[in-house]
Protein backbone atom coordinates (compact mmCIF):
# COMPACT_ATOMS: atom_id res chain seq x y z
CA UNK A 1 0.00 0.00 0.00
CA UNK A 2 2.96 2.24 0.72
CA UNK A 3 4.41 1.41 -2.48
CA UNK A 4 1.36 2.29 -4.30
CA UNK A 5 1.14 5.80 -2.15
CA UNK A 6 4.54 6.42 -3.14
CA UNK A 7 4.07 5.84 -7.20
CA UNK A 8 0.89 8.06 -6.79
CA UNK A 9 2.98 10.70 -5.59
CA UNK A 10 5.58 10.40 -8.42
CA UNK A 11 3.16 9.15 -11.55
CA UNK A 12 -0.42 10.13 -10.90
CA UNK A 13 -1.18 9.49 -14.76
CA UNK A 14 -0.28 6.03 -14.14
CA UNK A 15 -2.19 5.66 -11.34
CA UNK A 16 -5.23 6.96 -13.46
CA UNK A 17 -4.26 4.57 -16.09
CA UNK A 18 -4.05 1.16 -13.45
CA UNK A 19 -8.08 2.19 -12.74
CA UNK A 20 -9.14 2.70 -16.19
CA UNK A 21 -12.70 2.57 -17.21
CA UNK A 22 -13.23 0.37 -20.08
CA UNK A 23 -16.10 3.03 -20.85
CA UNK A 24 -13.55 5.30 -21.57
CA UNK A 25 -11.62 3.49 -24.43
CA UNK A 26 -13.44 4.12 -27.35
CA UNK A 27 -13.24 8.06 -26.89
CA UNK A 28 -10.11 8.26 -26.09
CA UNK A 29 -8.55 5.98 -29.11
CA UNK A 30 -11.09 8.99 -31.37
CA UNK A 31 -9.60 11.69 -29.27
CA UNK A 32 -5.99 10.40 -29.58
CA UNK A 33 -6.34 10.07 -33.47
CA UNK A 34 -7.95 13.51 -34.15
CA UNK A 35 -4.76 14.99 -31.74
CA UNK A 36 -2.39 13.47 -33.99
CA UNK A 37 -4.23 15.07 -37.19
CA UNK A 38 -3.39 18.08 -35.87
CA UNK A 39 -0.46 17.35 -34.17
CA UNK A 40 1.85 16.29 -37.50
CA UNK A 41 1.56 19.43 -39.51
CA UNK A 42 1.89 21.66 -36.76
CA UNK A 43 4.92 19.97 -35.34
CA UNK A 44 6.56 20.24 -38.31
CA UNK A 45 5.46 23.46 -39.24
CA UNK A 46 7.05 24.62 -35.50
CA UNK A 47 10.46 22.38 -36.60
CA UNK A 48 11.00 24.90 -39.08
CA UNK A 49 9.75 27.68 -37.39
CA UNK A 50 12.34 26.68 -34.36
CA UNK A 51 15.46 26.14 -36.93
CA UNK A 52 15.52 22.11 -37.12
CA UNK A 53 14.41 19.05 -39.55
CA UNK A 54 11.28 18.53 -40.05
CA UNK A 55 11.81 15.25 -38.43
CA UNK A 56 12.59 16.95 -34.93
CA UNK A 57 9.57 18.23 -34.80
CA UNK A 58 7.68 14.67 -35.12
CA UNK A 59 10.50 13.19 -32.37
CA UNK A 60 9.35 16.13 -29.84
CA UNK A 61 5.85 14.56 -29.53
CA UNK A 62 6.65 11.19 -29.03
CA UNK A 63 8.55 10.45 -25.64
CA UNK A 64 7.75 14.12 -24.65
CA UNK A 65 3.75 12.52 -24.70
CA UNK A 66 4.30 10.03 -22.97
CA UNK A 67 6.04 10.97 -20.53
CA UNK A 68 3.37 13.42 -19.63
CA UNK A 69 0.66 10.80 -19.53
CA UNK A 70 2.66 8.67 -16.87
CA UNK A 71 3.63 12.34 -14.57
CA UNK A 72 0.64 14.78 -15.49
CA UNK A 73 -2.20 15.41 -13.40
CA UNK A 74 -4.23 16.70 -16.30
CA UNK A 75 -6.63 14.22 -17.86
CA UNK A 76 -7.06 16.46 -21.03
CA UNK A 77 -4.00 18.56 -22.11
CA UNK A 78 -1.70 17.24 -25.08
CA UNK A 79 2.15 18.58 -24.96
CA UNK A 80 3.97 19.20 -27.85
CA UNK A 81 5.83 21.94 -29.58
CA UNK A 82 4.03 25.46 -28.84
CA UNK A 83 4.66 28.63 -31.12
CA UNK A 84 5.72 30.77 -28.48
CA UNK A 85 8.38 27.90 -27.06
CA UNK A 86 9.77 27.40 -30.75
CA UNK A 87 10.58 31.55 -31.07
CA UNK A 88 12.25 31.46 -27.46
CA UNK A 89 14.74 29.03 -28.66
CA UNK A 90 15.03 29.93 -32.37
CA UNK A 91 15.42 33.47 -30.54
CA UNK A 92 18.29 32.56 -28.82
CA UNK A 93 20.11 29.48 -30.64
CA UNK A 94 20.09 31.37 -33.93
CA UNK A 95 23.06 33.80 -33.26
CA UNK A 96 25.32 31.22 -31.05
CA UNK A 97 24.92 28.81 -34.20
CA UNK A 98 26.46 31.33 -36.05
CA UNK A 99 24.89 29.63 -39.52
CA UNK A 100 26.12 25.89 -38.41
CA UNK A 101 23.16 23.24 -38.43
CA UNK A 102 24.54 20.85 -36.55
CA UNK A 103 25.54 22.91 -33.87
CA UNK A 104 22.44 24.77 -34.17
CA UNK A 105 20.44 21.51 -33.31
CA UNK A 106 22.72 20.75 -30.80
CA UNK A 107 22.36 23.89 -28.95
CA UNK A 108 18.17 23.18 -29.20
CA UNK A 109 18.60 20.16 -27.15
CA UNK A 110 21.11 21.51 -24.76
CA UNK A 111 18.80 24.15 -24.06
CA UNK A 112 15.53 22.05 -23.67
CA UNK A 113 17.24 19.97 -21.54
CA UNK A 114 18.39 22.89 -19.75
CA UNK A 115 14.79 23.59 -19.10
CA UNK A 116 13.82 20.77 -18.25
CA UNK A 117 16.59 20.50 -15.46
CA UNK A 118 14.91 24.32 -14.30
CA UNK A 119 11.73 22.56 -14.34
CA UNK A 120 12.82 19.91 -12.13
CA UNK A 121 14.62 21.89 -9.42
CA UNK A 122 11.23 24.22 -9.31
CA UNK A 123 9.16 21.22 -9.05
CA UNK A 124 11.27 20.30 -6.13
CA UNK A 125 11.70 23.44 -4.20
CA UNK A 126 7.68 23.48 -4.23
CA UNK A 127 7.33 26.33 -6.82
CA UNK A 128 4.21 25.65 -8.81
CA UNK A 129 3.04 28.99 -7.54
CA UNK A 130 4.82 30.36 -10.23
CA UNK A 131 2.02 29.71 -12.42
CA UNK A 132 0.56 32.92 -11.11
CA UNK A 133 3.92 34.65 -11.80
CA UNK A 134 3.33 36.39 -14.98
CA UNK A 135 -0.32 38.10 -14.75
CA UNK A 136 -3.13 37.43 -17.45
CA UNK A 137 -2.33 40.97 -18.84
CA UNK A 138 1.70 40.63 -19.07
CA UNK A 139 1.04 37.06 -20.41
CA UNK A 140 -1.61 38.73 -23.11
CA UNK A 141 1.06 41.29 -24.42
CA UNK A 142 3.76 38.89 -24.42
CA UNK A 143 1.89 36.63 -26.60
CA UNK A 144 0.88 38.98 -28.97
CA UNK A 145 3.88 40.24 -29.52
CA UNK A 146 5.51 36.61 -29.95
CA UNK A 147 2.56 36.02 -32.24
CA UNK A 148 3.62 38.75 -34.37
CA UNK A 149 7.14 38.01 -34.56
CA UNK A 150 5.98 35.26 -35.76
CA UNK A 151 3.90 36.25 -38.20
CA UNK A 152 6.14 38.47 -39.73
CA UNK A 153 9.03 35.93 -39.57
CA UNK A 154 7.20 33.86 -41.90
CA UNK A 155 6.21 35.97 -44.78
CA UNK A 156 9.73 34.99 -46.41
CA UNK A 157 8.25 31.60 -46.39
CA UNK A 158 4.88 32.20 -47.47
CA UNK A 159 6.09 34.86 -50.18
CA UNK A 160 9.24 32.68 -51.42
CA UNK A 161 12.13 35.12 -50.22
CA UNK A 162 14.44 35.83 -47.35
CA UNK A 163 15.07 38.15 -45.11
CA UNK A 164 18.67 40.02 -44.82
CA UNK A 165 16.98 41.91 -41.54
CA UNK A 166 17.44 39.89 -38.44
CA UNK A 167 14.72 42.45 -36.56
CA UNK A 168 11.18 42.94 -36.57
CA UNK A 169 11.35 46.19 -37.06
CA UNK A 170 14.05 46.27 -39.41
CA UNK A 171 11.95 43.45 -41.61
CA UNK A 172 8.65 45.60 -41.47
CA UNK A 173 10.57 48.81 -42.53
CA UNK A 174 12.08 47.19 -46.03
CA UNK A 175 9.34 45.39 -46.76
CA UNK A 176 8.29 47.45 -49.74
CA UNK A 177 11.83 46.38 -51.26
CA UNK A 178 11.30 42.82 -51.25
CA UNK A 179 7.83 42.81 -53.02
CA UNK A 180 9.72 43.02 -56.20
CA UNK A 181 10.95 39.69 -55.07
CA UNK A 182 7.87 37.46 -54.51
CA UNK A 183 8.20 34.19 -56.37
CA UNK A 184 4.71 33.60 -58.11
CA UNK A 185 4.58 29.98 -57.50
CA UNK A 186 5.03 29.75 -53.93
CA UNK A 187 2.73 32.29 -52.96
CA UNK A 188 -0.17 30.27 -55.04
CA UNK A 189 1.02 27.41 -53.15
CA UNK A 190 0.70 29.66 -50.22
CA UNK A 191 -2.72 31.02 -51.20
CA UNK A 192 -4.10 27.26 -52.23
CA UNK A 193 -3.40 26.22 -48.53
CA UNK A 194 -5.11 29.08 -46.80
CA UNK A 195 -8.41 28.73 -49.17
CA UNK A 196 -8.19 24.83 -48.25
CA UNK A 197 -7.76 25.38 -44.44
CA UNK A 198 -10.40 28.31 -44.32
CA UNK A 199 -13.27 26.16 -46.63
CA UNK A 200 -12.58 23.33 -44.33
CA UNK A 201 -12.81 25.73 -40.59
CA UNK A 202 -16.19 27.10 -42.33
CA UNK A 203 -17.40 23.51 -43.52
CA UNK A 204 -16.01 20.99 -41.71
CA UNK A 205 -15.09 22.43 -38.53
CA UNK A 206 -14.11 19.03 -36.91
CA UNK A 207 -11.58 18.02 -39.53
CA UNK A 208 -8.00 18.94 -39.06
CA UNK A 209 -7.83 22.18 -41.16
CA UNK A 210 -3.83 22.37 -40.82
CA UNK A 211 -3.17 18.48 -42.36
CA UNK A 212 -6.22 19.14 -44.69
CA UNK A 213 -4.34 22.05 -45.75
CA UNK A 214 -1.03 20.18 -46.18
CA UNK A 215 -1.80 17.24 -48.32
CA UNK A 216 -3.81 19.23 -50.78
CA UNK A 217 -0.47 21.35 -51.39
CA UNK A 218 1.66 18.47 -50.76
CA UNK A 219 -0.32 16.24 -53.40
CA UNK A 220 -0.40 18.96 -55.87
CA UNK A 221 3.22 19.74 -55.78
CA UNK A 222 4.28 16.06 -55.70
CA UNK A 223 2.18 15.97 -59.32
CA UNK A 224 3.50 19.14 -60.73
CA UNK A 225 7.45 18.36 -59.64
CA UNK A 226 8.58 20.72 -57.04
CA UNK A 227 12.20 21.50 -59.22
CA UNK A 228 10.49 22.76 -61.83
CA UNK A 229 8.84 24.66 -59.77
CA UNK A 230 11.57 26.04 -57.78
CA UNK A 231 9.38 25.33 -55.01
CA UNK A 232 11.50 25.04 -51.44
CA UNK A 233 10.16 21.49 -49.53
CA UNK A 234 10.79 20.21 -46.70
CA UNK A 235 13.28 17.31 -48.19
CA UNK A 236 13.93 13.82 -47.24
CA UNK A 237 13.86 12.89 -44.18
CA UNK A 238 15.61 10.35 -41.75
CA UNK A 239 13.31 8.18 -40.65
CA UNK A 240 13.47 5.61 -37.22
CA UNK A 241 14.96 6.09 -33.87
CA UNK A 242 17.58 8.95 -34.06
CA UNK A 243 20.59 8.38 -32.59
CA UNK A 244 21.94 9.79 -29.23
CA UNK A 245 24.49 13.07 -29.87
CA UNK A 246 27.09 14.38 -27.50
CA UNK A 247 27.32 18.31 -27.88
CA UNK A 248 30.45 19.42 -29.75
CA UNK A 249 30.52 23.17 -29.19
CA UNK A 250 32.60 25.19 -26.99
CA UNK A 251 31.60 24.52 -22.96
CA UNK A 252 31.27 28.62 -22.91
CA UNK A 253 28.03 28.05 -24.95
CA UNK A 254 26.24 27.07 -22.11
CA UNK A 255 26.66 29.73 -20.17
CA UNK A 256 24.85 31.55 -22.92
CA UNK A 257 21.92 28.87 -22.39
CA UNK A 258 21.28 29.34 -18.53
CA UNK A 259 19.29 32.39 -18.01
CA UNK A 260 17.32 31.61 -21.02
CA UNK A 261 16.48 28.35 -20.41
CA UNK A 262 15.33 29.77 -17.20
CA UNK A 263 13.01 32.13 -18.96
CA UNK A 264 11.81 29.42 -21.42
CA UNK A 265 10.63 27.43 -18.14
CA UNK A 266 8.81 29.77 -16.83
CA UNK A 267 6.59 31.35 -20.06
CA UNK A 268 6.40 27.13 -21.05
CA UNK A 269 4.84 26.35 -17.67
CA UNK A 270 2.62 29.57 -17.10
CA UNK A 271 1.36 28.64 -20.47
CA UNK A 272 0.41 25.07 -19.63
CA UNK A 273 -0.93 25.96 -16.65
CA UNK A 274 -3.63 28.25 -18.05
CA UNK A 275 -4.05 25.73 -20.52
CA UNK A 276 -4.61 22.97 -18.21
CA UNK A 277 -6.56 24.83 -15.12
CA UNK A 278 -9.62 25.66 -17.67
CA UNK A 279 -9.87 22.39 -19.49
CA UNK A 280 -9.64 21.02 -15.93
CA UNK A 281 -12.01 23.39 -14.16
CA UNK A 282 -14.74 23.00 -17.24
CA UNK A 283 -14.36 19.04 -16.48
CA UNK A 284 -14.48 19.31 -12.54
CA UNK A 285 -11.19 18.01 -11.46
CA UNK A 286 -8.47 19.73 -9.98
CA UNK A 287 -4.45 19.56 -11.01
CA UNK A 288 -1.35 19.73 -8.74
CA UNK A 289 0.67 22.17 -10.24
CA UNK A 290 4.43 21.62 -8.12
CA UNK A 291 3.52 18.07 -10.39
CA UNK A 292 2.96 19.88 -13.82
CA UNK A 293 6.16 21.07 -12.86
CA UNK A 294 7.94 17.92 -12.90
CA UNK A 295 5.87 16.78 -15.16
CA UNK A 296 6.82 18.82 -17.72
CA UNK A 297 10.63 18.89 -16.63
CA UNK A 298 10.44 14.96 -17.57
CA UNK A 299 8.63 15.68 -20.79
CA UNK A 300 11.53 18.36 -21.78
CA UNK A 301 14.13 15.99 -20.86
CA UNK A 302 12.41 12.98 -22.70
CA UNK A 303 12.48 15.56 -25.79
CA UNK A 304 16.46 16.37 -25.55
CA UNK A 305 16.82 12.19 -25.31
CA UNK A 306 15.30 11.77 -28.34
CA UNK A 307 17.09 14.79 -29.98
CA UNK A 308 13.75 17.18 -29.84
CA UNK A 309 13.49 20.40 -28.67
CA UNK A 310 11.29 22.32 -25.82
CA UNK A 311 7.58 21.64 -25.42
CA UNK A 312 5.00 22.96 -23.60
CA UNK A 313 0.76 22.64 -23.05
CA UNK A 314 -0.90 22.91 -26.28
CA UNK A 315 -4.00 24.76 -26.11
CA UNK A 316 -5.25 23.48 -29.29
CA UNK A 317 -4.60 20.31 -29.70
CA UNK A 318 -5.94 20.02 -26.34
CA UNK A 319 -9.20 21.57 -27.15
CA UNK A 320 -9.43 19.01 -30.05
CA UNK A 321 -8.85 16.18 -27.13
CA UNK A 322 -11.70 17.30 -25.35
CA UNK A 323 -14.04 18.21 -28.08
CA UNK A 324 -13.49 14.59 -29.15
CA UNK A 325 -14.41 13.16 -25.59
CA UNK A 326 -11.04 12.40 -24.00
CA UNK A 327 -11.66 11.07 -20.77
CA UNK A 328 -7.44 10.48 -19.65
CA UNK A 329 -3.95 10.42 -20.48
CA UNK A 330 -4.34 7.18 -22.77
CA UNK A 331 -4.87 9.91 -25.65
CA UNK A 332 -1.15 11.00 -25.18
CA UNK A 333 -0.39 7.58 -25.58
CA UNK A 334 -2.99 6.93 -28.46
CA UNK A 335 -1.38 10.21 -30.00
CA UNK A 336 2.15 9.29 -29.80
CA UNK A 337 2.02 6.14 -31.04
CA UNK A 338 0.24 7.33 -34.00
CA UNK A 339 2.95 9.70 -34.75
CA UNK A 340 5.43 6.95 -34.37
CA UNK A 341 4.18 5.02 -36.81
CA UNK A 342 4.61 7.85 -39.44
CA UNK A 343 7.67 8.98 -38.19
CA UNK A 344 9.35 5.49 -38.31
CA UNK A 345 7.34 4.48 -41.44
CA UNK A 346 5.63 6.85 -43.82
CA UNK A 347 8.34 9.66 -43.65
CA UNK A 348 8.50 9.03 -47.62
CA UNK A 349 5.35 11.34 -48.66
CA UNK A 350 6.61 14.20 -45.89
CA UNK A 351 9.68 14.83 -47.95
CA UNK A 352 7.23 16.74 -50.57
CA UNK A 353 5.30 19.04 -48.20
CA UNK A 354 6.50 22.85 -49.54
CA UNK A 355 7.81 25.37 -46.50
CA UNK A 356 5.26 27.87 -47.92
CA UNK A 357 2.26 25.74 -46.50
CA UNK A 358 4.45 25.05 -43.23
CA UNK A 359 4.30 29.35 -43.11
CA UNK A 360 0.55 29.00 -43.90
CA UNK A 361 0.54 26.73 -41.26
CA UNK A 362 2.53 29.07 -38.97
CA UNK A 363 0.32 31.93 -39.29
CA UNK A 364 -2.68 30.17 -38.72
CA UNK A 365 -1.11 28.78 -35.84
CA UNK A 366 -0.37 32.54 -34.39
CA UNK A 367 -2.95 34.28 -34.97
CA UNK A 368 -5.44 31.88 -32.20
CA UNK A 369 -2.61 33.30 -29.91
CA UNK A 370 -3.33 37.34 -30.40
CA UNK A 371 -6.00 38.91 -28.79
CA UNK A 372 -5.71 42.82 -29.63
CA UNK A 373 -9.05 43.28 -28.44
CA UNK A 374 -9.06 41.79 -24.97
CA UNK A 375 -5.86 44.09 -24.90
CA UNK A 376 -7.78 47.19 -25.95
CA UNK A 377 -10.74 46.11 -23.45
CA UNK A 378 -8.60 46.31 -20.40
CA UNK A 379 -8.33 49.95 -20.76
CA UNK A 380 -11.68 50.73 -19.26
CA UNK A 381 -11.54 47.58 -15.91
CA UNK A 382 -8.12 48.38 -14.99
CA UNK A 383 -5.91 50.76 -16.78
CA UNK A 384 -2.89 49.84 -14.81
CA UNK A 385 -3.17 46.18 -16.34
CA UNK A 386 -4.06 47.99 -19.69
CA UNK A 387 -0.92 49.78 -19.75
CA UNK A 388 1.54 46.60 -18.04
CA UNK A 389 -0.17 44.87 -21.44
CA UNK A 390 0.70 47.20 -24.18
CA UNK A 391 4.59 47.85 -22.53
CA UNK A 392 4.99 44.07 -22.41
CA UNK A 393 3.81 43.87 -26.37
CA UNK A 394 5.80 46.93 -27.29
CA UNK A 395 9.12 45.42 -25.56
CA UNK A 396 8.53 41.85 -27.29
CA UNK A 397 8.44 43.83 -30.90
CA UNK A 398 10.96 46.26 -30.17
CA UNK A 399 13.47 44.30 -28.14
CA UNK A 400 13.30 40.56 -29.16
CA UNK A 401 11.33 37.66 -27.33
CA UNK A 402 14.32 36.75 -25.07
CA UNK A 403 14.78 40.67 -23.79
CA UNK A 404 10.92 40.77 -23.87
CA UNK A 405 10.25 37.97 -21.98
CA UNK A 406 12.86 39.07 -18.98
CA UNK A 407 11.20 42.37 -18.69
CA UNK A 408 7.40 41.14 -18.67
CA UNK A 409 8.74 39.16 -15.98
CA UNK A 410 10.57 42.46 -14.09
CA UNK A 411 7.23 44.56 -14.53
CA UNK A 412 5.90 41.30 -13.08
CA UNK A 413 7.60 41.28 -9.89
CA UNK A 414 7.62 45.61 -9.72
CA UNK A 415 3.81 45.71 -9.77
CA UNK A 416 3.91 43.32 -7.11
CA UNK A 417 5.96 45.14 -5.07
CA UNK A 418 4.45 48.21 -5.63
CA UNK A 419 0.82 47.30 -4.45
CA UNK A 420 3.03 45.65 -1.47
CA UNK A 421 4.80 48.27 -0.38
CA UNK A 422 2.34 51.08 -1.23
CA UNK A 423 -1.06 49.66 -1.06
CA UNK A 424 -4.56 50.92 -0.51
CA UNK A 425 -5.56 51.75 3.30
CA UNK A 426 -9.16 52.69 4.88
CA UNK A 427 -10.46 54.52 8.06
CA UNK A 428 -13.47 52.50 8.74
CA UNK A 429 -17.00 53.43 10.44
CA UNK A 430 -20.35 51.98 11.64
CA UNK A 431 -23.60 52.06 10.15
CA UNK A 432 -26.74 52.16 12.27
CA UNK A 433 -27.18 48.67 12.46
CA UNK A 434 -23.79 48.28 14.08
CA UNK A 435 -22.03 46.84 11.28
CA UNK A 436 -18.11 48.19 10.39
CA UNK A 437 -17.64 49.68 7.05
CA UNK A 438 -15.14 51.51 4.88
CA UNK A 439 -15.77 55.22 4.80
CA UNK A 440 -16.85 57.19 1.93
CA UNK A 441 -18.48 54.47 0.09
CA UNK A 442 -21.60 54.74 2.50
CA UNK A 443 -23.61 57.93 3.21
CA UNK A 444 -25.04 55.68 6.62
CA UNK A 445 -21.33 54.67 7.23
CA UNK A 446 -20.76 57.42 9.98
CA UNK A 447 -17.35 57.93 11.63
CA UNK A 448 -16.94 57.40 15.41
CA UNK A 449 -15.87 60.25 17.56
CA UNK A 450 -13.00 59.91 19.38
CA UNK A 451 -11.74 56.78 17.58
CA UNK A 452 -9.99 56.11 14.58
CA UNK A 453 -10.20 52.86 12.67
CA UNK A 454 -7.83 51.66 10.47
CA UNK A 455 -6.79 48.76 7.89
CA UNK A 456 -3.71 48.53 6.30
CA UNK A 457 -4.29 46.24 3.28
CA UNK A 458 -1.00 44.47 2.95
CA UNK A 459 1.28 42.08 4.81
CA UNK A 460 3.51 44.71 7.39
CA UNK A 461 7.40 44.08 6.66
CA UNK A 462 10.60 45.97 6.86
CA UNK A 463 9.69 47.67 2.92
CA UNK A 464 6.52 48.93 4.05
CA UNK A 465 6.68 49.57 7.88
CA UNK A 466 8.01 53.20 7.69
CA UNK A 467 4.46 53.98 5.15
CA UNK A 468 2.55 52.75 7.20
CA UNK A 469 3.91 54.66 10.61
CA UNK A 470 3.57 57.67 8.17
CA UNK A 471 -0.13 56.82 7.13
CA UNK A 472 -0.75 56.13 10.48
CA UNK A 473 0.06 59.46 11.82
CA UNK A 474 -0.51 61.44 8.52
CA UNK A 475 -4.52 60.41 8.81
CA UNK A 476 -4.63 61.33 12.63
CA UNK A 477 -3.26 64.52 12.23
CA UNK A 478 -5.78 65.34 9.22
CA UNK A 479 -8.50 64.41 12.00
CA UNK A 480 -10.29 67.63 12.78
CA UNK A 481 -11.19 66.37 16.48
CA UNK A 482 -8.12 64.83 17.31
CA UNK A 483 -9.00 60.66 18.51
CA UNK A 484 -8.32 59.52 21.67
CA UNK A 485 -8.07 55.71 20.68
CA UNK A 486 -6.56 54.52 17.39
CA UNK A 487 -7.73 50.52 16.52
CA UNK A 488 -5.51 48.89 14.10
CA UNK A 489 -7.01 46.01 12.08
CA UNK A 490 -4.27 43.50 12.68
CA UNK A 491 -5.94 40.73 11.04
CA UNK A 492 -5.39 42.79 7.14
CA UNK A 493 -1.12 43.25 7.68
CA UNK A 494 0.22 41.59 10.86
CA UNK A 495 0.64 38.20 9.18
CA UNK A 496 4.15 36.82 10.16
CA UNK A 497 6.89 38.20 12.66
CA UNK A 498 9.44 40.94 11.71
CA UNK A 499 11.56 42.33 13.84
CA UNK A 500 11.37 45.62 12.17
CA UNK A 501 7.93 45.88 11.85
CA UNK A 502 7.80 44.80 15.63
CA UNK A 503 10.21 48.10 15.94
CA UNK A 504 7.88 50.48 14.04
CA UNK A 505 4.53 49.53 16.10
CA UNK A 506 7.46 50.15 19.44
CA UNK A 507 8.02 53.95 17.58
CA UNK A 508 4.47 54.33 16.97
CA UNK A 509 2.95 53.54 20.19
CA UNK A 510 5.64 55.78 21.84
CA UNK A 511 4.58 58.60 19.58
CA UNK A 512 0.73 58.29 19.66
CA UNK A 513 0.78 58.07 23.88
CA UNK A 514 2.79 61.22 23.04
CA UNK A 515 0.10 62.63 21.75
CA UNK A 516 -2.52 61.29 23.89
CA UNK A 517 -3.92 58.18 22.01
CA UNK A 518 -4.20 55.05 23.40
CA UNK A 519 -3.58 52.11 20.64
CA UNK A 520 -5.57 48.98 19.92
CA UNK A 521 -4.66 45.98 17.48
CA UNK A 522 -7.89 44.12 16.63
CA UNK A 523 -7.38 40.28 15.24
CA UNK A 524 -5.09 37.85 16.01
CA UNK A 525 -4.88 38.47 19.80
CA UNK A 526 -2.55 34.92 20.63
CA UNK A 527 0.43 36.25 18.16
CA UNK A 528 0.05 39.54 18.60
CA UNK A 529 0.76 39.57 22.38
CA UNK A 530 3.47 36.97 22.02
CA UNK A 531 4.72 39.15 19.43
CA UNK A 532 4.67 42.20 20.93
CA UNK A 533 5.74 41.01 24.53
CA UNK A 534 9.04 39.25 22.20
CA UNK A 535 10.04 42.94 20.83
CA UNK A 536 9.80 44.64 24.37
CA UNK A 537 6.43 46.59 24.46
CA UNK A 538 4.29 46.58 27.13
CA UNK A 539 0.89 45.02 26.55
CA UNK A 540 -1.95 45.76 28.26
CA UNK A 541 -3.59 48.89 30.55
CA UNK A 542 -0.21 50.91 30.30
CA UNK A 543 0.69 49.53 26.89
CA UNK A 544 -0.98 48.25 23.90
CA UNK A 545 -4.54 46.80 24.46
CA UNK A 546 -4.97 43.73 22.16
CA UNK A 547 -8.50 41.83 21.23
CA UNK A 548 -9.56 39.28 19.64
CA UNK A 549 -11.68 40.63 17.32
CA UNK A 550 -12.81 44.13 15.75
CA UNK A 551 -15.85 44.47 17.01
CA UNK A 552 -14.71 43.79 21.04
CA UNK A 553 -12.21 46.29 20.46
CA UNK A 554 -14.64 48.86 19.19
CA UNK A 555 -17.43 48.47 21.57
CA UNK A 556 -14.73 48.70 24.64
CA UNK A 557 -13.28 51.52 22.95
CA UNK A 558 -16.43 53.24 22.71
CA UNK A 559 -17.42 52.90 26.15
CA UNK A 560 -13.89 54.78 27.05
CA UNK A 561 -13.34 57.56 23.90
CA UNK A 562 -16.17 57.42 21.89
CA UNK A 563 -18.48 60.08 22.63
CA UNK A 564 -21.00 60.10 18.66
CA UNK A 565 -24.19 62.74 18.56
CA UNK A 566 -26.96 61.05 19.35
CA UNK A 567 -25.71 57.93 20.82
CA UNK A 568 -26.36 59.16 24.60
CA UNK A 569 -22.88 58.37 25.44
CA UNK A 570 -23.09 61.27 28.08
CA UNK A 571 -26.13 60.39 29.48
CA UNK A 572 -25.32 56.92 29.95
CA UNK A 573 -25.76 55.34 33.85
CA UNK A 574 -22.95 55.65 35.19
CA UNK A 575 -22.51 51.93 36.53
CA UNK A 576 -22.96 51.22 33.08
CA UNK A 577 -20.24 53.40 32.47
CA UNK A 578 -18.21 51.47 35.33
CA UNK A 579 -19.24 48.18 34.17
CA UNK A 580 -17.58 49.42 30.62
CA UNK A 581 -14.35 50.43 32.42
CA UNK A 582 -13.98 47.16 34.60
CA UNK A 583 -14.11 45.05 30.97
CA UNK A 584 -11.33 47.18 28.99
CA UNK A 585 -9.07 46.61 32.36
CA UNK A 586 -9.82 42.75 32.68
CA UNK A 587 -8.07 40.89 29.70
CA UNK A 588 -11.29 39.38 27.86
CA UNK A 589 -12.90 36.49 28.47
CA UNK A 590 -12.13 36.96 32.50
CA UNK A 591 -14.52 39.94 33.43
CA UNK A 592 -16.30 39.41 36.19
CA UNK A 593 -20.49 38.74 35.37
CA UNK A 594 -21.81 42.16 36.58
CA UNK A 595 -19.51 43.49 34.09
CA UNK A 596 -19.55 40.93 30.72
CA UNK A 597 -23.51 40.93 31.06
CA UNK A 598 -22.83 45.20 30.64
CA UNK A 599 -20.79 44.68 27.72
CA UNK A 600 -23.25 42.11 25.93
CA UNK A 601 -26.12 44.24 26.48
CA UNK A 602 -24.08 47.15 25.07
CA UNK A 603 -23.22 44.74 22.18
CA UNK A 604 -26.48 43.87 21.64
CA UNK A 605 -28.06 47.33 21.55
CA UNK A 606 -25.37 48.75 19.22
CA UNK A 607 -25.99 45.09 16.55
CA UNK A 608 -29.41 44.38 17.27
CA UNK A 609 -30.12 42.57 14.61
CA UNK A 610 -27.33 40.04 14.58
CA UNK A 611 -26.19 37.59 17.95
CA UNK A 612 -23.21 37.49 19.44
CA UNK A 613 -21.74 33.57 17.37
CA UNK A 614 -23.42 35.58 14.28
CA UNK A 615 -20.78 38.59 14.54
CA UNK A 616 -17.98 36.01 15.56
CA UNK A 617 -18.66 33.99 13.05
CA UNK A 618 -18.67 36.90 10.57
CA UNK A 619 -15.84 38.33 12.16
CA UNK A 620 -13.81 35.05 11.52
CA UNK A 621 -14.63 34.91 7.11
CA UNK A 622 -13.68 38.40 7.60
CA UNK A 623 -10.33 37.89 8.94
CA UNK A 624 -9.69 35.04 6.66
CA UNK A 625 -10.86 36.74 3.85
CA UNK A 626 -8.45 39.58 4.80
CA UNK A 627 -5.12 38.09 5.75
CA UNK A 628 -3.39 39.03 2.41
CA UNK A 629 -4.24 40.66 -0.74
CA UNK A 630 -5.83 38.80 -3.36
CA UNK A 631 -3.49 39.48 -6.56
CA UNK A 632 -2.20 37.35 -9.77
CA UNK A 633 -0.39 35.78 -7.36
CA UNK A 634 -2.62 33.99 -5.02
CA UNK A 635 -5.93 34.67 -6.44
CA UNK A 636 -6.45 30.98 -6.74
CA UNK A 637 -6.41 30.33 -2.75
CA UNK A 638 -8.60 33.12 -2.43
CA UNK A 639 -11.77 31.52 -0.38
CA UNK A 640 -14.46 32.53 -2.27
Known amino acids: MNNFFSLGRWMPGLVTLLGYQRAWLLPDVRAGV ?43 LIIGPDAATCAVIAAVVTPLAAGDPTRHWQL ?10 WCLVASRLKLGVLADFLSRPILMGLLNGVAITIIVGQLSSVFGFSFTQSGLIERLLAAPDYVSHIHTSTLSISLLTLVVMLLSRRFRPQWPSSLLGLAVATTLLWGLNPSRLEVAVVGSLSGGIPQLQLPEFPPGLIRELVLPALNLAMVSFVSMMLTARSFAAKNGYDIDADKEFRALGFANLASAMSQGFAISGADSRTAVNDANGGKSQLVSIVAALVIAVVTFFLTAPLQYIPTAALGVVLIMASLSLTDFKGLWA ?3 SDKSAFWLAWITFASVLFMGVIPGITLAVLLGLFQFLRNVMRPTDQLMGMNDEGIVHTLGHNEEVKAITGVLIYRFNSPLTYFNAAYFKRRVLLLLGGEHHPPKCLIIDAVSCFTHQDISVMSMVGELHKELKRRGVHMVMAGRRGQMTHWLKQAGIRVGEEGIQVYPDLYQALRISRHHWASEPGDGAEDKDPKENNAGKQAASTPAGMQSGASASADIGVKRQMIEPESAAAINTRQERVDESVALPVTAFNRRDFPL
Request: a positive charge; proline letters at 4%.
Open 34 to 76: SVAAVALPVAIAYAELTGVGAVVGLYSCILPMLAYALFGTSRQ
Open 108 to 117: VMTMTAMTGF
Open 378 to 380: LRH
